[in-house]
C-alpha cells in the first residue's frame, strides 16, 4: 500500500472542510422559509400591514443570505482555489 | 402589487454608484484592472438580480398559506443558492475574472442594505448600550 502524501492528505481534508462548510447554507433557508410562513400569518392576521411586512421580511431575508454566501465561498475556495496546497 | 419597488430602487441605485466608484478605484489603484473590473460588475450584477428575484419572492410568499409560504421561501433560497454557487465557480475558473472582486460584488448589496436601513439608525446604537433591567 502506498504511504499518503502530505498533498493527499490536504486534499482530502479540504473536500471534508468544505462538506462541513456548505452546512452554512440550510441554516439561511430553513430561517428564510419560517420567516415567509410567518410573514403570511402576519398579513392574514392584518392585510392592510402588507406593505410593511413584506418590506421588512425583504430586507432581513436579504441579509440572513450573507452567511449562507460566507459558507459557500469557503466550501468553494477550499475545493477550487485551495491555498493550503501552496504551503507544501 | 408591488409593495417593495421604491426600496428595490434605492437599494439597486445605490448599489450601482458603489460600484461605479469601486470601478474608478480599481482603474486608479491597479496596474491591471480589467480582471477586478470584470468580477465587480459580473458579482454585482448577479447580486443585484438575485435581490430582485427575492423581492418577487417575498412578495409572492406573502400571499400563500404559511406552509406553502414557507416552502416556496425555502425552495427560492436553494434556487438562488445555486445560482450564487455557479457564479462563483465561473470566477473561480476564468483567469479573467477576478474571483475576490466577485464576492464583493456579490455581497454589495447586503452591505448597502445595512448601511441604509440599520447602520443609519441613531436608535440602533443607543440599544446596545442600554440596560436591559431598566
Known amino acids: 500500500m502506498e504511504p499518503i502524501t502530505g498533498r493527499a492528505l490536504i486534499l482530502a ?19 428564510q422559509g419560517y420567516a415567509a410562513g410567518k410573514g403570511a400569518e402576519g398579513v392574514g ?12 421580511m425583504l430586507l ?13 465561498i469557503v466550501a468553494l475556495i477550499l475545493l477550487f482555489a485551495n491555498p493550503l496546497i501552496g504551503l507544501l | 402589487m408591488n409593495e417593495t419597488f421604491e426600496l428595490q430602487a ?13 470601478i474608478v478605484g480599481s482603474f486608479i489603484f ?17 447580486g443585484i438580480l438575485n435581490f430582485i428575484q427575492l ?11 404559511p406552509a406553502g409560504a414557507q416552502a416556496y421561501a425555502s425552495i427560492n433560497y436553494f434556487i438562488r443558492f445555486a445560482i450564487m454557487a455557479v457564479v462563483l465557480i465561473v ?13 464583493i460584488g456579490l455581497l ?19 440599544n446596545i448600550f442600554k440596560r436591559k433591567e431598566v
Open chain 2, 91 to 103: 470566477s473561480l475558473k476564468a483567469d479573467y475574472i477576478n474571483a475576490l472582486a466577485t464576492v
Open chain 1, 13 to 31: 481534508c479540504s473536500a471534508i472542510g468544505a462538506g462541513l462548510a456548505m452546512i452554512a447554507g440550510i441554516g439561511p433557508g430553513i430561517g
Open chain 2, 108 to 126: 454589495s448589496i447586503k452591505f448597502i442594505i445595512l448601511v441604509t436601513n440599520l447602520f443609519n439608525d441613531k436608535e440602533y446604537y443607543k
Open chain 2, 30 to 46: 491597479f496596474e491591471e484592472p480589467l480582471s477586478f473590473v470584470y468580477g465587480l460588475i459580473f458579482g454585482g450584477l448577479i
Open chain 2, 10 to 22: 434605492k437599494i439597486i441605485k445605490i448599489n450601482g454608484i458603489l460600484l461605479c466608484i469601486l
Open chain 1, 45 to 56: 392576521r392584518q392585510p392592510e400591514a402588507q406593505g410593511d411586512i413584506v418590506r421588512t
Open chain 1, 60 to 72: 432581513g431575508a436579504a441579509v440572513a443570505e450573507t452567511t449562507g454566501i460566507y459558507g459557500l
Open chain 2, 55 to 65: 423581492a418577487k419572492t417575498m412578495e409572492k410568499a406573502v400571499r400563500m398559506n
